[in-house]
């Protein structure tokens, strides 16, 4: 049985950090693509990152995250991290871990049709 557990939201000040941890269980995790998404109070949910399982570590970015967010992977402990630092309040979201396809290779613009597993989501909220 597939399973990721997130952990690591919080409520944070504007320009401040924070780290989100997902671990994964139930499937071989050095196989698959990971991606983290959001979804915002009446908001369309929204790919943020997305890590390849291949040894080229291509890593996907939406716009609005590029070098603020960055996402790192350890196949060796099952986990994918994203580091998100200087936040901003249109951050604030439910951040949820996602499975990828096998064989998915993360598109630029990864959708949520691809990831048929999820966590079940954790609170991030930047206010100050």
């Known amino acids: 049985q597939v399973q990721l557990v997130e952990s690591g939201g919080g409520v944070v000040q504007p320009g401040g950090s924070l780290r989100l941890s997902c671990v994964a269980s139930g499937f071989y995790f050095g196989y698959y693509a990971m991606g983290w998404f959001r979804q915002a109070p009446g908001k369309e949910r929204e790919a943020v990152l997305c890590?390849?399982?291949?040894?080229?570590?291509?890593?996907s970015y939406a716009d609005s995250v590029k070098g603020r967010f960055t996402i790192t992977r350890d196949n060796a402990k099952n986990t994918v991290d994203r580091q998100m630092n200087k936040l901003k309040p249109e951050d604030t979201a439910v951040y949820y871990c996602?499975?990828?396809?096998?064989?998915?290779?993360?598109?630029?613009?990864?959708?949520?049709?691809?990831?048929?597993?999820w966590g079940q989501g954790t609170q991030v909220t930047v206010s100050s």
């Open positions: 890590i390849v399982s291949s040894n080229d570590g291509y890593i």
């Open positions: 996602a499975e990828g396809e096998l064989g998915y290779y993360c598109s630029e613009y990864p959708q949520s049709i691809d990831f048929p597993y």
